[in-house]
């Protein structure tokens, strides 16, 4: 089994920008005009244009906003230096929102990215958690 990651975003040469240069993704192509895929981790990560606004699903009212929100569901990226790794993100426009955690031999900073979608920079000792 494969595991594909989409991302929402309203404005796709920003989200391209902001995950090859935070997270040293790489672009691979552009499909349509409107999806960015990019590779260099695990899973091939979709970046989908969505306008602010448009409906999240034809099952509910809701909309998609791209402020600091809160969901379920989150990408962790596992990098090899946490402390390295967040400087870049930064650099890129990612928000830090915690302290480096220390757990069961890793080490974890939580972010938002310029698009209001929460994601950890996760350094492990051995290949996960101890």
Same mark, same amino acid.
């Not at 569901?73 to 929102?97: L, M, P």
């Given at each position: 089994?494969? !595991? $594909? %990651?989409?991302?929402?975003?309203?404005?796709?040469?920003?989200?391209?920008? +902001?995950?090859?240069?935070? %997270?040293?993704? &790489?672009?691979?192509?552009?499909?349509?005009?409107? $999806?960015?895929?990019?590779?260099?981790?695990?899973?091939?990560?979709?970046?989908?244009?969505?306008? /602010?606004?448009?409906?999240?699903?034809?099952? /509910?009212? #809701?909309?998609? *906003?791209?402020? &600091?929100?809160?969901?379920?569901?989150?990408?962790? +990226? %596992?990098?090899?230096?946490?402390?390295?790794?967040?400087? *870049?993100?930064?650099?890129?426009?990612?928000? *830090?929102?915690?302290?480096? $955690?220390?757990? *069961?031999?890793?080490?974890?900073?939580? +972010?938002?990215?310029? +698009?209001?979608?929460?994601?950890?920079? !996760? #350094?492990?000792?051995?290949?996960?958690?101890?």
């Amino acid at each position: 089994m494969r !595991i $594909v %990651v989409n991302i929402d975003v309203p404005d796709l040469a920003a989200a391209i920008e +902001f995950y090859t240069t935070a %997270v040293d993704l &790489r672009l691979s192509r552009i499909l349509d005009d409107d $999806v960015a895929e990019l590779t260099g981790a695990d899973s091939v990560i979709y970046l989908l244009t969505s306008p /602010t606004g448009s409906a999240a699903s034809k099952s /509910t009212d #809701e909309r998609r *906003r791209y402020t &600091r929100h809160w969901t379920p569901v989150h990408i962790d +990226f %596992v990098v090899e230096d946490v402390h390295e790794a967040s400087e *870049r993100a930064i650099s890129a426009g990612a928000t *830090r929102e915690s302290e480096c $955690v220390e757990w *069961r031999d890793s080490k974890c900073i939580t +972010f938002s990215d310029p +698009f209001g979608h929460g994601f950890c920079l !996760i #350094e492990f000792s051995g290949k996960t958690y101890g």
